[in-house]
């Protein structure tokens, strides 16, 4: 198992060109990420970084907990962004929706990188229970950027 102290955590910070002022993570959340990206058990990070096991755990969850609101914010932005925008009301049948994307596409002109199953899986998967089986049980946008990427954003209930 890896230490903490195996670990230049500055030289690892910069390898992967981590800059606190241009990130959502603090440097602490920076460092513990990186170190149990590694394997490094939490014990061993609260000894170099002088404090608890369970202060570490907090740090970790939400850095977590930031990245994964990164992510979200970028998914919004890019669908947002995006010269293709399908709305899919609830109802609507999965295997209806390759179809819808891929005429919206050719009117943009813009390329699907996905085949039909493909992307019934990507919009299932991103969708979570907002699909279930076949059938859409809440509005969703989805979105294709330029590149064909797709992106699937659910609306929120009210």
């Given at each position: 198992m890896n230490e903490a102290n195996d670990y230049?955590?500055?030289?690892?910070?910069?390898?992967?060109?981590?800059e606190a002022d241009r990130n959502v993570l603090t440097r602490r959340q920076a460092e513990v990420l990186a170190l149990r990206e590694r394997d490094v058990p939490?014990?061993?990070?609260?000894?170099?970084?002088?404090?608890?096991?369970?202060?570490v755990s907090s740090i970790e969850t939400s850095?977590?907990?930031?990245?994964e609101k990164a992510r979200e914010t970028i998914a919004?932005?890019?669908?947002?962004?995006?010269?293709v925008r399908v709305?899919?009301?609830?109802?609507?049948?999965?295997?209806?929706?390759?179809?819808?994307?891929?005429a919206a596409c050719d009117d943009a002109d813009v390329k699907v990188n996905q085949t039909a199953p493909e992307l019934m899986k990507s919009v299932s998967d991103a969708a979570g229970d907002a699909v279930s089986g076949r059938e859409v049980k809440r509005?969703?946008?989805?979105?294709?950027?330029?590149?064909?990427?797709?992106?699937?954003?659910?609306?929120?209930?009210?």
């Amino acid at each position: 198992m890896n230490e903490a102290n195996d670990y230049d955590i500055d030289a690892l910070l910069d390898q992967v060109g981590f800059e606190a002022d241009r990130n959502v993570l603090t440097r602490r959340q920076a460092e513990v990420l990186a170190l149990r990206e590694r394997d490094v058990p939490q014990a061993d990070i609260a000894q170099r970084l002088g404090t608890s096991r369970a202060n570490v755990s907090s740090i970790e969850t939400s850095a977590r907990t930031n990245v994964e609101k990164a992510r979200e914010t970028i998914a919004f932005a890019e669908a947002l962004n995006a010269p293709v925008r399908v709305d899919v009301a609830a109802g609507v049948d999965l295997y209806d929706i390759p179809s819808r994307v891929y005429a919206a596409c050719d009117d943009a002109d813009v390329k699907v990188n996905q085949t039909a199953p493909e992307l019934m899986k990507s919009v299932s998967d991103a969708a979570g229970d907002a699909v279930s089986g076949r059938e859409v049980k809440r509005d969703l946008l989805v979105g294709v950027t330029i590149d064909g990427t797709v992106r699937v954003r659910r609306q929120e209930l009210d």
